[in-house]
Structure formats: structure tokens, C-alpha cells
């Protein structure tokens, strides 16, 4: 593909940027992280951090973690983890082992997002967390610094379930075995291994820790977060002919299942790694075709669990009717993604049934100017900025500025794909 049209870079990847503060705060000496995005959930997860008693600097464009070696203290007031599932959850991992007694919190959309699929598998270190009687935050981690080794399944098919437990394994005397639903993104094990701590995969597959173990301090890049990115692509995407070329993004195989559903949709799709390291990364370039409908198995949602509500998006643009199903997860997200997805698809026109796991989209839409409730939800509001331009119609988002948890910049850099 002769890419024509200038590249454009996303911000770091979020998802690896909470862990690597995390491992840093948690670790002995000194961590330089690069490119850091300055998003609101990420800047969640260092003030949350910052109130353990961690001292976090930025310098120039690194961000320097000065260990705590695992003595974090606790605040006297709630931890305020703003809109970030990723702070809550993870960090009540790392408390769940430490001999601390603190309170998490959030706002009105984390407020409503459920935390027993933490509560329950983080009992097993015999770590008490007090919930909201609807089983969220805020919620108190009496944490078990006595704590032994756990065997643990994880039943939902969630990267944050599967770090708090990997994260609390850490403070823990003994061998922990985490087993059940792993095959979600592998950041945490990436970065442990980065970070200096042994877990590893035994023969039947589960993730082995055998704690107390204390990360050594690392230096590391954040590559750009490929469900920004996915954004600029699908806005290429959707168009015949258009282009965007995305460089330095995060290339981790199990973020990068939108490329091929991309492909799937009929556009062109060029991928060239970089950079190895922990985190690979490289450049991604687009162009944009006539598209036709897909269908989304259940086996790909949690490869794909940030991107659906753009799927949904794309597929108005696609002849056909695309479906997703097996993607109940979406209603427990910043939003209903499943409910705010397709009130604002039928605000621009776009017809589509929802069910209980998913929706199907008949495209391609007769798209008209439409207002968008984006219920605060970052990807409801990007993925409808990409209609509108793509359809080119007005798109009224009621909360454009919720994009900023994610991707700050994202108005300025959509204007770059051609
Ligand atoms: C994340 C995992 C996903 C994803 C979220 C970030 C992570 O959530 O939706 O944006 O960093 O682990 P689940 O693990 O709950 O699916």
C-alpha cells in the first residue's frame, strides 16, 4: 500500500501504563517510564499511587517512580480512582496483600460498575473488601499482609480480574496458581517479566507466582495505545480510498485482533513491526474500501471487548447485517455500551436490533445530523465522531470532552486521516 498521507501518533497504551506505574511504585529503586499518556485515568492511577506514599515526578517527557519496595502507606481519606475500572480493580489487587486498611472510590460511572469479580477471587488471600451493598465502590480493602498463596479461578474474561489476582499473588507467602479464564490481554504478564518477577505458565496452562517477590525497578517505553489508534484506522476505514497511517503503536498480539477485523470488512490493512521489547510495537496504515457486513464469534470478544462499539460503528458502513453476540461484558463498561451504542446509532439513523450480549447493525445506513448522548462514555463519544466524519454529517456529542480519559488530542488527530 503507497501510503500518502502523513502518520500520526496516539497517546501511550493506558492499559500498560497503569501496570508499569503500579510494578514501579511497588518496586525497589528507580523506574523511568517514557511516554506515559497524560490521559485522566492514567493521571488516576499515579494520584491514587501518589496517596500510598509513592513519590512520582515528571521529567521532561519521562515519568520517574521512585520505588516504595512495597511499604505504601495508607491514606486517611478515600482514593478517588475518577473514571478508571483499570485503578480500581488493579490496585485493589495490590492492596488485597498488603497490611493496609484503605478505602477505593470513584465517580458516578465507576460507582456503578460491578466489583464482586474482584471481591470474591482476592477472599481467597483471605482479603476482606467491604462492598456497597450493590457490590460496588466505594468499597474498603482490609488487607491481608499474613497472606498465603492462593489457588484462584478467574471466572470472567477480564485482564483486570486476572492482574488484581496476579497483583495481589505478589504480596503473598507461598505459590499461588491462577487458572480459568486467562486468554485476555497479557500485559501484566509482560510486565512482571520486565519488572523482574518470575510467573510463568505451568503445564496445564496456569500462571504460576510464587510470592513474596518485590519487582526490581525498570526503564520502559509506552508504546501508543491501539484502541486509540483503532479509532483513526476505522475513520479511514469506512471511506474508499481514504488513508491513515498510525506509527509507534503498541503491536501486543492479543490488542490486535481489530486489524483483522478490519480486513474482514474489506479494507486494506498494512502492519510493520518495529520494535520488539516487552511491548512490541510498530506502525499501522489503512485505506479505506466499500465494506461488507461481519459477524463477531463470542471466542473474539475479549480480544476485541474496547473496539465493539466502533465494530457496531463500521458496521452501518457495511452492506450486510454485522452481529456481535457473546458481549454481555459491554453492559458493565463506562456505559451500557450496548444501550448508549444503539440509542446514538439510531440518533443518526442507523437501524439495528440490540440483544441482551450484543447487537446487529443493517448497513449500510441512510445516515442523517443527529445528537449524541454519549453517557460520559470516551468510546461512545469517539466512536461517533468517526461516523459523523466518515458519513460526513453533523454529529452533536452532548460530552465531547469526555474523549479526554483516553485521548486527549483525539478532535485534532482525527483531522489527520485523509
Ligand atoms: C483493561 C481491560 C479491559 C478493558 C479496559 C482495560 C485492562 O477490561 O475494557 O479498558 O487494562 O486490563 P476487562 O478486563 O474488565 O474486560
Redesign the pocket.
Known amino acids: 500500500m503507497t501510503a500518502t498521507t502523513p502518520p500520526i501518533t496516539v497517546p501511550g497504551d ?2 500498560i501504563a ?1 501496570r508499569a506505574l503500579m510494578l514501579a511504585a511497588l518496586a525497589r529503586g528507580t523506574s523511568r517510564l517514557r511516554n506515559v499518556p497524560a490521559g485522566l485515568d492514567v493521571l488516576s492511577t499515579q494520584r491514587a499511587l501518589r496517596a500510598l506514599g509513592v513519590t512520582i515526578a515528571r521529567e521532561g517527557d519521562e515519568v520517574v517512580v521512585s520505588g516504595s519496595g512495597g511499604a505504601l502507606v495508607a491514606p486517611d481519606t478515600p482514593i478517588d480512582c475518577g473514571n478508571s ?2 485503578t480500581i ?2 490496585l485493589a489487587g495490590v492492596l488485597a496483600t498488603r497490611g493496609l486498611t484503605v478505602t477505593l472510590d470513584g465517580d458516578g460511572s465507576l460507582r456503578a460498575r460491578p466489583m464482586r469479580r474482584i471481591a470474591a477471587p482476592l477472599a481467597a488471600f483471605g482479603t476482606q473488601i467491604e462492598l456497597s451493598p450493590r457490590g460496588t465502590a466505594p468499597f474498603i480493602v482490609h488487607g491481608n499482609a499474613h497472606a498465603r498463596g492462593a489457588e484462584v479461578e478467574v471466572v ?6 486476572k ?1 488484581a489476582v496476579l497483583f495481589a499473588a505478589l504480596g503473598a507467602h507461598g505459590r499461588s496458581r491462577v487458572t480459568g479464564q486467562l486468554a ?2 497479557d ?1 501484566t504478564e509482560r510486565l512482571f517479566d520486565a519488572f523482574g518477577i518470575a510467573c510463568a505458565a505451568d503445564e496445564r496452562g496456569a500462571l504460576v507466582v510464587d510470592g513474596p517477590q518485590t519487582p526490581q525497578a525498570a526503564d520502559l517505553y509506552v508504546p501508543g495505545d491501539v ?1 486509540s489508534a483503532a479509532f483513526l484506522l476505522a475513520a479511514a476505514a469506512a471511506v474508499p480510498g481514504a488513508c491513515a497511517v498510525v506509527e509507534d503503536v503498541g503491536l501486543n498480539p492479543t490488542r490486535i485482533a481489530f486489524f483483522d477485523v478490519l480486513r474482514r470488512f474489506g479494507a486494506e490493512v498494512e502492519v510493520r513491526a518495529s520494535d520488539g521489547g516487552p511491548e512490541p510495537r510498530g506502525r499501522v496504515a489503512v485505506r479505506g474500501a466499500a465494506l461488507h457486513a461481519i459477524v463477531i464469534a463470542p471466542g473474539e470478544v ?1 480480544g476485541l ?2 473496539e465493539l462499539p466502533l465494530i457496531g460503528v463500521l458496521g452501518a458502513f457495511a452492506r450486510g447485517t454485522t452481529v456481535v453476540s457473546g458481549a454481555a ?1 459491554l453492559r458493565v ?1 463506562e456505559s451500557d455500551r450496548i444501550e448508549t451504542f444503539a440509542r446514538a446509532a439510531r440518533a443518526i439513523g442507523v437501524e439495528l436490533e440490540t440483544f441482551d450480549d450484543g447487537f446487529a447493525v443493517h448497513g449500510p445506513a441512510r445516515f442523517h445530523d443527529g445528537a449524541i448522548v454519549t453517557a460520559g462514555d470516551h468510546r461512545i463519544a469517539m466512536a461517533f465522531a468517526v461516523a459523523g466524519r466518515a458519513a460526513e454529517i453533523a454529529v452533536l456529542l452532548d460530552d465531547p470532552e469526555c474523549v479526554a480519559v483516553s485521548f486527549p488530542n483525539f478532535t485534532a488527530a482525527l483531522d489527520c486521516v485523509a
Open positions: 493506558k492499559s497503569h475500572g483499570t480493580r488493579l470472567v474474561p477480564s485482564a483486570q480480574v492482574s485476555t490481554r500485559h484502541s475479549p471487548i474496547d461484558e463498561k
